[in-house]
């Protein structure tokens, strides 16, 4: 009987032990998760910067294999040759580009007009018209206007995150060595081989998709601006800028970029508005057909689906920034995908980017 006692308490005390072994590792998974989800927006500036490195360092490649340049002063002559560049745009353009946005926002109140005249016309108008009213009515409220003040703080926020992208970015575009062997050297040995193939591969996937969406923002944009002008709509260089910059999120992005130019195009009365959408799904039509199709041959092919529940998770869940780079994580995870799971676990031969 003291024997049996024995081992049921023995047998109780290990299964004791490792529910707790168990407990405690699921804590700290918790722990891990919680405390990354607390720096995920620092998280997130890094993988921006770490974005623009690769970009700068691709540019910098590129000018080095065509010239007697080393890459690091490639890499300087792609910084100043931007900068200069940017300083130009503003110098030329830059009043003409501000005049245009204050012209945009102030043309847009009158669309708003024309919107309610026209919805007035549907015996469902007006109940709708007021619903829109009661809303835009609470933005009287001190509560509300203190969320406006605090706008101007979340610019002085975004500049600040801007300028910390940068400097990280110039950091890694510099010496992206010494920070891939920092990444392996936390692995074992056995292991680093792999884990360089891994960053290698991952590289060049967002390498390529950097090329694709970068091309895709340019078509985008000077299509958008051609095909606006050719119609008659007033800052249809505005709205392209505005176009080619939101075509950067696939999917979400054009959706948001076609609204103030379909307003614009309301305020110039007529079949202004069914043109200009037209020409929105014309050119979308364009990107997803010719475009897309091409990038995927060059960097591992993004569900559609997959692509938009992640942005839509990630913009609800980080704002913005989460939702800007929501595609190139998943760019990350399928590679990851791909060469951990379906090759090595799986044993499945796979087609790598």
């Known amino acids: 009987m003291d024997r049996e006692t024995a081992e049921t308490r023995s047998t109780s005390g290990l299964l004791t032990k490792r529910t707790l072994i168990v407990a405690a590792v699921a804590a700290a998974v918790i722990a891990l998760l919680l405390a990354v989800w607390q720096v995920a927006q620092i998280l997130l500036l890094i993988f921006a910067s770490l974005l623009l490195a690769l970009f700068l360092r691709t540019l910098a490649e590129f000018i080095s294999r065509h010239t007697p340049l080393s890459v690091g002063w490639s890499?300087?002559?792609?910084?100043?040759?931007?900068?200069?560049?940017?300083?130009?745009?503003?110098?030329?353009?830059?009043?003409?580009?501000?005049?245009?946005?204050?012209?945009?926002?102030?043309?847009?109140?009158?669309?708003?007009?024309?919107?309610?005249?026209?919805?007035?016309?549907?015996?469902?108008?007006?109940?709708?018209?007021?619903?829109?009213?009661?809303?835009?009515?609470?933005?009287?409220?001190?509560?509300?206007?203190?969320?406006?003040?605090g706008i101007f703080s979340t610019a002085f926020g975004a500049l600040g995150s801007l300028f910390v992208v940068i400097v990280l970015g110039l950091y890694f575009a510099a010496d992206p060595k010494t920070y891939i062997d920092g990444v392996a050297r936390l692995f074992p040995k056995e292991r680093r081989g792999r884990v360089?193939?891994?960053?290698?591969?991952?590289?060049?996937?967002?390498?390529?998709?950097?090329?694709?969406?970068?091309?895709?923002?340019?078509?985008?944009?000077?299509?958008?601006g051609i095909g606006l002008a050719v119609l008659g709509v007033p800052f249809a260089f505005i709205l392209g800028l505005v176009a080619a910059a939101l075509d950067f999120v696939p999917n979400i992005g054009p959706l948001i970029a076609a609204v103030p130019a379909m307003m614009v195009?309301?305020?110039?009365?007529?079949?202004?508005?069914?043109?200009?959408a037209i020409l929105y799904f014309v050119i979308q039509g364009l990107e997803g057909y010719l475009i897309t199709p091409f990038i995927q041959q060059k960097v591992v092919s993004l569900p559609p689906a997959l692509l938009l529940a992640a942005q839509l998770i990630m913009g609800t869940g980080l704002g913005i920034l989460g939702l800007l780079l929501a595609p190139p994580l998943v760019v990350i995870i399928m590679v990851l995908v791909q060469m951990l799971y379906m090759r090595d676990v799986l044993g499945e031969s796979v087609e790598m980017p």
């Open 196 to 224: 360089w193939e891994a960053l290698n591969r991952i590289g060049h996937a967002l390498r390529w998709w950097l090329i694709g969406r970068i091309a895709a923002m340019l078509v985008v944009g000077i299509i958008t």
């Open 75 to 149: 890499l300087a002559v792609v910084v100043l040759t931007l900068l200069g560049a940017l300083v130009l745009i503003l110098a030329l353009y830059g009043p003409a580009i501000a005049d245009g946005f204050y012209q945009l926002f102030r043309q847009l109140p009158t669309a708003l007009d024309r919107l309610r005249g026209t919805l007035e016309q549907y015996p469902w108008g007006p109940a709708l018209i007021d619903r829109l009213s009661r809303a835009g009515g609470t933005l009287t409220n001190p509560q509300q206007l203190s969320r406006i003040a």
């Open 265 to 276: 195009g309301l305020s110039q009365g007529g079949p202004t508005v069914l043109y200009v």
